[in-house]
Structures are given as C-alpha cells and as structure tokens.
C-alpha cells in the first residue's frame, strides 16, 4: 500500500484501530458464526471493484495477533463507487442471519483539504445465491439492507487529542430462501476501515431441562417467532401422562415457555438431569412415586432397578396388594372344629385360626366330599347339597350343610383362606371331619298326575322323590275334600308310584297330597293336588265302582281271573308277564290293586343263544365304554370297573365283567348267559344291566357299578359299624328283590352274602345270576351225593338231598343271609365241615342268634329254617315283617349286654341244655371249642357260673383269637345265662 498524504492521516488511524478492536466481547453462545473476518488471519480475498477502492490491509489486535481488515479513503475525489463483496457464505440451517460490522469512520471535517465530495456514510448489500457466482459485481443484482453511518467519527480525548471511535452496527436480514449470499460494501467516498465483519445466525442450544432433551434448535425466521421444541425423556425416564415435555426457542436463542415434564420410570429416581436405577434393597413401583422405598417386610430384592420386591419363600402379594405392603401369607387352619349331626342336615363350628398370614381378609370355606364304604374314594358332594349362608367366602365361622344323603359318609374340610391363599403352592391347612349322616326320611313327592277322574274314584301317579335316602316302602296319599270346615283327612297306601282312591263323592272337589315312606320314617307331604270328581251319571252306571258294590267286586274278579287265565295260558306267548291281584293290608286300609309281573324266561329254551342275549339285553358300542380299573375275577374273566357314556345321557359309573381270550363257545355261550337272565329284570334291589359287547371283543357284560363290593366282605370290614336299623334296612332290599325274582318265577339257587352287591348308598342288591354254572362257579359250593356242586352251608336240605331248588328253598338260603348280616359276615356253621352241617341240619340244629340280634330277626331267620319248605315264608311276607320292625323300631329293641333270644322250639330242639353241664370243658366240648379249655383255666374259670358272667372283653382276652370263635363262645354263653335264669328265676349280672 502505497501511504498518500491523506493514506498517511489513515496510518495514524490505523494505529488507533487495534485498540479498539479489541474491547473483549464475549461471545453469545446462542450464534452459530457463519463468516468472522476477524478469526481468519490469512487474506480474505474479498473482491475490490475497482481494485483501487477497498483494500485488504493486515493489523494487530491487542494480542498481537494479525487481523485482516479493508479500508477506503478516496475523499479527495467524487464520484466514488467503490464495492466489497465478502466470498459466499453458505446459510446453513440460519433463516435470520445477523451481520455485525465494526468500523471506523472519520469525519470529513477532520480532513484537511477535502472538497465537498466527502462521505459519512457507506450502503451495505447482499445478493441471495445458490451456488458461488463469479468474480464480477453486477451491482443490480445485489439488494440493500441499510445505509451505514458512524455514531461518532472521533472524539476528543481527556488531553485534547482526537480519538478515533470504534462502530459497531448490526443489522438483519432474512429469510432467506437460497442456499447462501453475498454481502456487499458500497463507498460512495468515505473514510472507512472496516475492521471486522461477522455474519451469523441464532440457535437454542440443546438443554436438558424436566429430564427432557431439546435438540439444537435454529430460531424462527421472524423477530417475533417461537419454534415449538418437543422434548425427549432422558433414558430410563418417561413422560409424565398427557403432558408431554415441550420448549419454545425464541428468535433470540433462548429456550422460553417449558412445558410438560419427564419422570423417572418405575425402578430408578432423579439425581440431577438424569435418572438412576434404586438401589439393592429399595424399589420405586411407579414413575409417579419420588424416591425408591426400601423393601416393605418379607419382601426383598438384590438388583437394582427394581419396580418392586420379591416375596420371600412362602410369603405371597395378592393382586391387589400394592408394593408398599408387606408380602403375607395363608392363614393357619381354623381351629376347634366341632360338628353336630341332623339326620341329613350337619352344623358345623370353629374359631378362627392362629396365624392369619398376616392378613385381615381371611374368609373360610368348606369343601365337602362323599365318601364311599368300600373301597373308601371320596368325591366333591355335588350341587345338591346346600350351604347356609353359603359355601366359600364365609366371614362367620360357622355353617349349616343341608341336604345330604342318607347313611352317607362325608368329609368336610374347613379351610381358611386369605387374599393369598390361592397363591400358594404350599399344602393347604384345614380343619377336617368325618361324619356319617344317619337315617333321613325321603324327600318330597312333587309331582302328581291324575291318570283316570271318575264319580267315586281319581287314580293318581306320580315319581318317586328325588332323594329316596332309602328304599320306599310305601306311599301314604292324604286327602279331603276341599271345601269341608273341618278338614277331616282320609288316607290310603300304596307300594307303587300309582294308586286309586276311592269311596270318593261326585262332583267334589278333593285334595290329595302323597308321602313317601322308608325304614327312616315319613317323608313330608308334597303340594296340594285338587282334583274334582265326575258328576254322577244320570243313566245306568257305566262306570264300574268296585268299592261300593260287592257284587261288582266279583264280577271285576271273575273278569280279572278269565284276564289271568288268558294271560297264563298266553304269557308265556305275548307278553311273558303274569298278573294277579294282591290284597295290601297296611295299618287298616285295605287296598285292593291288580299286580302284573313279568315272567323270567330260561335263556336255555332259546336254541339260539344270541337271540336271547340280544332279546333281553342292549348291545353297547365298545366305544361308549372306558375301562378304568380291574376290580376283581370272575369266572369268564377280569371284571373291572369304568365309565359307560350313551350319547345323550349322563356317564354312568359301570362294572364291566370281559370274556376271556381263547373261550370256547361254550364259555361264551355261559357267559352272555348271565346277561340274558339279568336283562330280563328290573328291580331296584337286583344289579341293573346296562348292556352287552357281543360285537367286537373283549366280551363284555356291563352292569350298574356297586361301589361297595360284596356284602360280605363289606359287613366284615366294617363289623359292628351299623345299626340295627340299618342292617334291617339291607336285608329288606335283599327279600325285596327276592320277591321280586320269585314273582318273576326265577329261583336262585344261590343266594348268598357274597353274591349280594351293596353300592355307595348302602342299597344292597342281588346279583350272580346264571343257571347251573353259578354254583359250578360258587366256591362254597361242594359235590352232593346227589350229584352237582351246592353250596351246603346256604342251601336248603330238600335241595342238598335230592335237588328241589324252589323260591322257597331261596328262602331257606335267604335266612342264612340274615344271619350273615347280623353277624358281619361270619362264616355259616363257623368252621363246621360241610357233612357235620348236614348232619346237624338233619338232626334239627339250627344256627344260635348273632350277637346283638333281635330275637325277632332271629325268629324269622329260625322261620326261614323250617323243615317243611310249605311252613317258611314267602318273600313276601319276609319283606312285610321287616317292614313292620323297621315302622316300630322298638321290636329291634336287644335287652343290654343279654341275647334275648327266646328259647325257639327249632333251636331248643338240639341246643345243649348248659345247666345240666358241671365242667367248663364239657361245655367246651358241646360247642365243639375244646381246644380252648385250657385258655379257660389258666384264666380261673373253672365254674360254669363265673363263665355265664364272661362278656366278650373277658373272651377276647383268653388268646381267643378268631372272630368266629369268639362269637361261637359268647353266643354259648348268652344262651347259658337265658337257661341259668329260665331255671332258677335270677340275672346274671354282667
Ligand atoms: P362275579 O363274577 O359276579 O362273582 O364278580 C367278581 C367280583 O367282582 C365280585 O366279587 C365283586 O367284588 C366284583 N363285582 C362284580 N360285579 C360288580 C358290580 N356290579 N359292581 C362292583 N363290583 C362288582
């Protein structure tokens, strides 16, 4: 640079210029710098035109560091024009771009010598461009932000001397629209250095602010402009619900208006602008909480970040609970259980447990199974039964179970259960019982139907009551007339679930109820049935009013006879039923009803033997069968037991007896045998058949399912459990199904504790059915000298001696069966061989009382003995008789500790007079217990007195070890005391 006389006045000028240049700005952390001369220390090489105008000239700012600055000082001349155009600046993100210019410009006064041409002021430009353009100033091109004007030129310093002022103009421009711009310094001859040029723009710098992040943010492109900044949650952090974080960056850079918030998610918590995860140890279960917890008891963790704790073992959170509590645990059992019994109806009572698990939601509830006898399987009690108030979620600790069955066995548990108790997988506590319910009367017979109005008469039918809880022995029909004041109540019986009342009035209205009776008493009466006779009829009596008219009686007789007798002589033909009429007697009302029982066809006269199994019994589709267990051995094969489900109906608990591989014809032939003679009836107290498998194989017979077992077996198992009652309930199914076989006119040959079946219900009912084979296949049953096996101990004399198997020899048979229920299935005859039985029979001994029998029972079974098979009694008089003992109890009534046995002709026959006996051993040896006589005297009874004092306990304490002997021995010794006092007037005292 060439110093003129006015560029020497600008060297002074320049000397001032590093002095002010560098005052220390700070620098606005909110500009991104798009362009500062200042920073650049190599040539700008900014385009001068002319090249003689502006020029670039090097200087020093306070650190001595080279700035590059452009000067203009042509005053001495007009017509100035002088441009300056900075290199592109690429805009970047900027929409408002900030040109900051700093200068020094001098007065024109202070110049000596200037003309008029001299300038003040200078025009800055800029031209908007995408891309660089070329070296040439087109200065039309260019657009003008503003005309620059010094504040101040120079000013006067403290000593006089004239101080050049620094400038500093800012001005904006935007928006802009390319990719970036030109500026443009226009002199139109000033004195001008211009010492720094910087062109930026504005951002909000990112910040963290409510644990949000805001990005970089350049600010709007007008002065007033907010540009909304949505925030993003820091990690682990989450925005707060509908509130999501936001910022508005104003066009100066700062970030203004926040809005919304983050907040730590669950498990971690606020430490400055970040979050952090909860310590060991301590948990945090929501974003809403603050800080993390510790652990609350029995809980704990051993990570951090944990939203909540782990129980410790054995310690459960219910769904509800919240993390804040305690983890807790089911309750202890409930405690003091104490249980009353009903009939069928059982109360039950306890106090709450010891421990409550650390809860005070604790409510009990009852689980009640049903447990069969034998083998002992419980199973849940169904709906049936009721609860009061109810069966789970009781808060009282009581309850009322109602509606149970009949000499039923049940299992209650009393659990007690709190909100974690379902939780648990430890093993559940509860409070239990065992309670058999006793006798119930049955249920109510609910609907009636009129069959057949008519002017003295109404025939009504109805069902059997739901819950029977028994076997029904009669129905008790109740009625009045309806609109008579004082009610007087008629009633009338029946054996059947249908029955005409008769001696009615026409055209009056009656009302009739019906009841059920079992050995357990009445039932309650069902609803109200009004019934109106028929007006009585005008013309001749059509209608047959047999009870008014004995004339009619006969004639309906004699018409009901030609029926029997066209039946008899048909039945066997058309319908293989045979009629008869019977006259009940019940407590004073006669009824007279007319019978008709099918007859029992010997499958043996079919010549095909298929026919007959598929004429009396359903062929069944194996796939309808589920063998689930093997129950036992019969003679054809295993008999299991399983599950029979016919479509559209209920699955049925079954027992299925199979046919073994390999059976010859014959075999098969035997087998199925049992099913045609079993499908041929339909009694309850006889094994109902549900059906056959005679198409595929194995052979199947699949009968109702007994859960029970034998009877013997059963009786043994639980000796001495049932009560009289009870027995007497058993036997009278037996005699009833009996009598229902002998009015089939089947005889059994084989009846038999054994062959009685019993179910969960304690029915018992008559089963082994067969024809000769049943007693091939009796174990108890031996050869005869009259050829073919009998089972001697069960049987009949006339029919061991020359084979006369009649329903009265089934008698016979059926009074040993009592004596085996009595006695809880001891063996007949004890250990007597079968030809001392015969003998014994044959000299007119019979079998002494069972202990504890009512001597009533064991009249009958003495009755049931008789030689002449004419004096037994007919099943059905065995079945009135046992019904009789049932409706008075009092009959079965045994004087304590004594057998009153009475002293039975039969009996006496053969029974050893005792008291005529002076030593304890020929006693002994009467009763054939001889073995035992030493037993007797090394425990000091050597007097027949001291015996006749002996109770079982003393008995049993002998070493006598055998059921059957000790039984044998106490019978003896019951009948010993009777005949002590029969002969000298006086008790033993026991
Ligand atoms: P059986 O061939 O009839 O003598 O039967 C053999 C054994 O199977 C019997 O002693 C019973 O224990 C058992 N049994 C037979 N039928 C049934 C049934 N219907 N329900 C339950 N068990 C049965």
């Known amino acids: 640079m060439v110093c003129t006389s006015v560029s020497c006045l600008w060297t002074i000028f320049c000397l001032h210029l590093c002095f002010y240049v560098n005052t220390g700005i700070a620098q606005n952390t909110r500009e991104v710098i798009l362009l500062d001369s200042k920073a650049q220390q190599t040539e700008l090489e900014w385009i001068s035109s002319p090249p003689s105008g502006w020029e670039e000239i090097s200087g020093l700012d306070e650190n001595y560091t080279p700035i590059r600055t452009y000067q203009v000082c042509q005053v001495m001349e007009p017509n100035q024009n002088n441009w300056l155009r900075t290199n592109w600046i690429e805009k970047g993100d900027a929409q408002r771009i900030f040109v900051e210019l700093k200068f020094t410009l001098r007065d024109c006064n202070s110049l000596p010598g200037v003309v008029g041409s001299c300038k003040e002021t200078f025009n800055l430009y800029y031209q908007e461009t995408d891309v660089e353009v070329g070296r040439n100033i087109r200065e039309s091109q260019y657009v003008k932000i503003d005309t620059i004007a010094a504040d101040e030129s120079f000013t006067q310093g403290d000593l006089g001397e004239r101080k050049m002022k620094l400038n500093t103009e800012v001005r904006i421009i935007g928006p802009l629209s390319r990719r970036g711009f030109y500026l443009a310094f226009?002199?139109?001859?000033?004195?001008?250095?211009?010492?720094?040029?910087?062109?930026?723009?504005?951002?909000?710098?990112?910040?963290?602010?409510?644990?949000?992040?805001?990005?970089?943010?350049?600010?709007?492109?007008?002065?007033?402009?907010?540009?909304?900044?949505?925030?993003?949650?820091?990690?682990?952090?989450?925005?707060?619900?509908?509130?999501?974080?936001?910022?508005?960056?104003?066009?100066?850079?700062?970030?203004?208006?926040?809005?919304?918030?983050?907040?730590?998610?669950?498990?971690?918590?606020?430490?400055?602008?970040?979050?952090?995860?909860?310590?060991?140890?301590?948990?945090?279960?929501?974003?809403?909480?603050?800080?993390?917890?510790?652990?609350?008891?029995?809980?704990?963790?051993?990570?951090?970040?944990?939203?909540?704790?782990?129980?410790?073992?054995?310690?459960?959170?219910?769904l509800s609970d919240p993390a804040s509590v305690a983890c807790t645990r089911p309750p202890s059992a409930p405690q003091n259980l104490l249980y009353n019994i009903n009939h069928t109806t059982v109360s039950l009572e306890w106090t709450p447990p010891a421990d409550t698990g650390g809860r005070n939601d604790v409510t009990y509830r009852i689980i009640c199974r049903r447990c069969t006898w034998e083998p002992e399987e419980c199973f849940p009690c169904g709906s049936n039964v009721g609860f009061s108030p109810q069966q789970s979620g009781l808060t009282d600790t009581y309850v009322t179970i109602t509606d149970l069955l009949a000499h039923a066995n049940y299992t209650f548990e009393v659990e007690?259960?709190?909100?974690?108790?379902?939780?648990?997988?430890?093993?559940?506590?509860?409070?239990?019982?065992?309670?058999?319910?006793?006798?119930?009367?049955?249920?109510?017979?609910?609907?009636?139907?009129?069959?057949?109005?008519?002017?003295?008469?109404?025939?009504?039918?109805?069902?059997?009551?739901?819950?029977?809880?028994?076997?029904?022995?009669?129905?008790?029909?109740?009625?009045?007339?309806?609109?008579?004041?004082?009610?007087?109540y008629s009633t009338v019986k029946s054996k059947s679930t249908s029955a005409t009342v008769n001696n009615l009035k026409p055209s009056t209205a009656y009302v009739f109820q019906i009841r059920?009776?079992?050995?357990?008493?009445?039932?309650?009466?069902?609803?109200?049935?009004?019934?109106?006779?028929?007006?009585?009829?005008?013309?001749?009596?059509?209608?047959?009013?047999?009870?008014?008219?004995?004339?009619?009686?006969?004639?309906?007789?004699?018409?009901?006879?030609?029926?029997?007798?066209?039946?008899?002589?048909?039945?066997?033909?058309?319908?293989?039923?045979?009629?008869?009429?019977?006259?009940?007697?019940?407590?004073?009302?006669?009824?007279?009803?007319?019978?008709?029982t099918k007859t029992y066809i010997d499958p043996e006269t079919y010549e095909d033997p298929?026919?007959?199994?598929?004429?009396?019994?359903?062929?069944?589709?194996?796939?309808?069968?589920?063998?689930?267990?093997?129950?036992?051995?019969?003679?054809?094969?295993?008999?299991?037991?399983?599950?029979?489900?016919?479509?559209?109906?209920?699955?049925?608990?079954?027992?299925?007896?199979?046919?073994?591989?390999?059976?010859?014809?014959?075999?098969?032939?035997?087998?199925?045998?049992e099913a045609s003679i079993m499908g041929q009836f339909d009694h309850p107290n006889v094994v109902h058949l549900e059906g056959v498998v005679t198409r595929g194989k194995p052979v199947m017979i699949v009968i109702e399912y007994m859960e029970n077992g034998s009877l013997d077996a059963f009786l043994r198992k639980h000796d001495g459990q049932f009560t009289v009652i009870q027995l007497v309930g058993m036997l009278r199914g037996i005699a009833a199904g009996m009598r229902y076989l002998s009015d089939m006119g089947y005889v059994h040959r084989d009846l038999a504790a054994r062959n009685i079946l019993v179910n969960s219900n304690l029915v018992c009912k008559v089963s082994d059915f067969g024809l000769s084979r049943v007693i091939d296949d009796d174990p108890e049953a031996v050869y005869t000298t009259t050829g073919g096996k009998i089972p001697v101990r069960w049987t009949a004399m006339e029919a061991i001696q020359y084979r006369k198997f009649t329903s009265a020899s089934d008698v016979w048979s059926y009074g040993i069966v009592m004596w085996e229920v009595m006695s809880y299935g001891e063996r007949p005859y004890w250990d007597m061989s079968n030809q001392d039985v015969i003998k014994a029979i044959e000299e007119g001994y019979r079998l002494p009382a069972p202990m504890d029998c009512p001597p009533g029972l064991h009249q009958l079974m003495l009755d049931c003995w008789q030689k002449d098979r004419a004096d037994r009694p007919k099943f059905d008089q065995i079945v009135g008789i046992l019904d009789k003992m049932i409706r008075n109890p009092n009959t079965l009534k045994t004087p304590m500790g004594t057998c009153t046995r009475p002293i039975s002709p039969l009996l006496d026959q053969n029974t050893p007079d005792f008291t005529s006996f002076r030593l304890v051993s020929e006693w002994l040896q009467a009763i054939k217990m001889e073995r035992y006589a030493d037993n007797f005297t090394a425990a000091g009874y050597s007097s027949l007195e001291s015996v006749a004092r002996m109770t079982i306990e003393d008995v049993m304490s002998l070493g006598i070890s055998l059921v059957g002997h000790q039984k044998k021995i106490m019978s003896s010794i019951q009948t010993m005391r009777a005949q002590m006092l029969h002969l000298h007037g006086t008790g033993i005292q026991v």
């Open 186 to 318: 226009q002199d139109v001859g000033a004195c001008i250095a211009l010492v720094s040029v910087k062109v930026y723009y504005k951002k909000c710098w990112s910040i963290i602010e409510n644990l949000a992040t805001f990005p970089d943010t350049v600010t709007g492109s007008e002065f007033s402009s907010l540009v909304e900044v949505e925030g993003m949650c820091v990690n682990d952090a989450e925005e707060e619900a509908d509130n999501s974080p936001k910022m508005h960056c104003s066009a100066e850079g700062e970030w203004l208006v926040p809005i919304g918030k983050c907040i730590c998610k669950a498990g971690f918590h606020q430490k400055g602008d970040a979050c952090e995860p909860c310590g060991r140890g301590f948990y945090k279960s929501s974003s809403q909480d603050l800080q993390c917890s510790r652990c609350p008891a029995h809980s704990y963790n051993d990570r951090e970040g944990s939203w909540r704790c782990d129980c410790e073992d054995g310690y459960y959170r219910a």
């Open 416 to 488: 007690a259960v709190n909100g974690v108790s379902d939780l648990s997988r430890t093993q559940r506590l509860f409070a239990a019982v065992s309670i058999a319910t006793s006798q119930a009367a049955p249920s109510q017979v609910s609907e009636v139907i009129k069959e057949r109005v008519q002017q003295h008469s109404v025939q009504l039918s109805w069902q059997e009551p739901e819950q029977p809880n028994g076997v029904i022995t009669e129905y008790e029909i109740k009625y009045y007339e309806k609109d008579q004041k004082d009610r007087i």
């Open 516 to 596: 059920a009776f079992t050995a357990a008493g009445y039932g309650t009466f069902g609803p109200r049935l009004e019934v109106t006779t028929k007006e009585e009829s005008t013309g001749s009596a059509t209608v047959i009013s047999s009870e008014q008219n004995p004339v009619i009686i006969i004639a309906v007789v004699a018409v009901a006879g030609t029926i029997i007798l066209v039946f008899m002589v048909f039945g066997f033909i058309i319908g293989r039923r045979h009629c008869g009429y019977s006259k009940a007697d019940q407590e004073g009302d006669e009824e007279l009803y007319f019978q008709c």
């Open 610 to 673: 298929n026919r007959a199994v598929h004429q009396f019994a359903k062929e069944l589709d194996a796939s309808c069968i589920k063998i689930e267990r093997v129950i036992g051995a019969g003679e054809f094969g295993e008999v299991c037991s399983g599950r029979l489900k016919l479509p559209g109906k209920r699955d049925v608990s079954v027992a299925i007896k199979t046919l073994k591989v390999g059976y010859t014809e014959k075999q098969r032939r035997d087998f199925l045998c």
